[in-house]
């Protein structure tokens, strides 16, 4: 049987961001904050499977309110994937390795990401 996790995360899209290098290497406080609260939701939609351990789809859909593609700020499709999965490494999965196939859309409307995450070759 496969396994898959559907679920909609009502937060705005943060991009990855990279860390700042200071004496402490600390990736800013927008970013922890999203990575924090999109992994909480991830751990309710997972409730309380341990993390997938096969070869991984990821599809995500973010929404964003305004369609300034082009300005500073908004984010690019690959970033926004990085910040997905580095918030739900070692949640729903145990290494970002595992995902192989990547689906990912912008939108725009009301600020929220839709994610599916499905369980390949099971």
Known sequence: MCFSVKFTAP????????AIPTKHVV??????QFKSDLGWLAKQ???????F????????????????????GYGDCDNFI??????????????DAQI?????????GDPHIYIELEELNC
């Open 27 to 32: 990736n800013p406080k927008r970013y922890r």
């Open 53 to 72: 351990t096969g070869l991984l789809r990821l599809s995500a859909h973010f929404y964003k309110k305004y369609r300034n593609v082009g300005s500073q």
């Open 45 to 51: 939609a997972m409730h309380g499977r341990e993390p």
């Open 82 to 95: 990085k910040a997905i999965m580095d918030s739900l490494q070692g949640i729903c999965f145990t290494n």
């Open 11 to 18: 937060i705005v899209p943060v991009p990855f961001m990279r």
């Open 100 to 108: 192989i196939e990547i689906h990912a859309f912008k939108h725009f």
